[in-house]
């Protein structure tokens, strides 16, 4: 009985020292009685001290360390331009620095670019005069011919020129589509538009016949002015004296038309 009575208390005494992570010390009739007191170390086999200790914060960390923790700034993200003239977009930036859209779902325009301006805020001043060239093309299907919508040949011109590039006069305050309408009425050129709130802009679904998906699931009207490929509806462009305006029909979401990171299709 005394035997067991000294394991029982040689069992309790070690998953006590286990426990507390120290050396305890057993009766010394405990010791005189043969059996083995095993020896506990400060520490356990595989368990670190400090872990049983509450985490400390970065912050903290850092705190302790005598460092200064800092965050790094977000890189702005680039936008894209839509097929048809309409604003779609995609951030190149990864999505942690992403800046938001404005309230028609736009991304940030780069700094050296036109902001764009919304149509109901504008009034165009017809005393005063200025001049723009424009110019439709979609040459791009000739590369493409075989995608095309079978009837459609006829459409396309020999060179791919619907309207060469000329100087038109336009009223300070118009944009970009109030040029298109007009010019294409005056030539009667075929263009067809939808208004789309949630972009507040036309979006131009075809010209001279030629449509969006006419020449693959990628393809549609874009435009650029001064070489450029805004990422908001061609409404919201509001144009200045000088500016060249080109409409061109991409097969491919505006890769092949000089737009190399277009975004997805969206209207």
């Known amino acids: 009985m005394k035997r067991r009575t ?39 086999e595989g368990i670190d001290p400090d872990d049983l200790l509450p985490p400390v914060s970065s912050q903290e960390e850092a705190s302790q360390a005598g460092q200064e923790v800092s965050s790094l700034p977000a890189s702005e993200g680039a936008g894209q331009s839509a097929a048809g003239g309409g604003s779609a977009a995609v951030s190149q930036a990864p999505a942690s620095s992403a800046q938001p859209k404005d309230a028609y779902q736009t991304d940030p325009v780069p700094a050296d670019k036109p902001k764009p301006v919304e149509p109901q805020d504008t009034e165009a001043n017809e005393q005063k005069k200025l001049t723009c060239t424009i110019s439709i093309r979609c040459d791009s299907i000739l590369d493409n011919i075989q995608d095309l919508t079978p009837g459609k040949e006829g459409l396309v011109p020999a060179d791919g020129v619907i309207l060469s590039a000329l100087t038109v006069e336009f009223s300070e305050g118009e944009s970009v589509f109030d040029v298109l309408l007009r010019e294409t009425k005056r030539r009667r050129i075929h263009m067809e538009f939808v208004d789309t709130p949630i972009y507040n802009s036309a979006y131009i679904e075809g010209i001279n016949n030629l449509y969006e998906k006419d020449c693959g699931s990628e393809s549609g009207w874009m435009y650029k002015v001064n070489g450029w490929f805004p990422n908001y509806g061609c409404s919201r462009y509001q144009l200045k004296d000088g500016d060249v305006v080109e409409w061109v029909y991409t097969c491919d979401l505006g890769r092949d038309v000089g737009n190399e990171w277009s975004g997805d299709w969206q209207k």
Do not use: H, M, Q, W
């Open 6 to 44: 000294a394991a029982l208390l040689l069992c309790i005494g070690f998953l006590v020292s286990v426990l507390a992570g120290c050396k305890i010390e057993f009766p010394e009739d405990v010791v005189e009685s043969g059996l083995t007191v095993p020896v506990v170390s400060s520490s356990v």
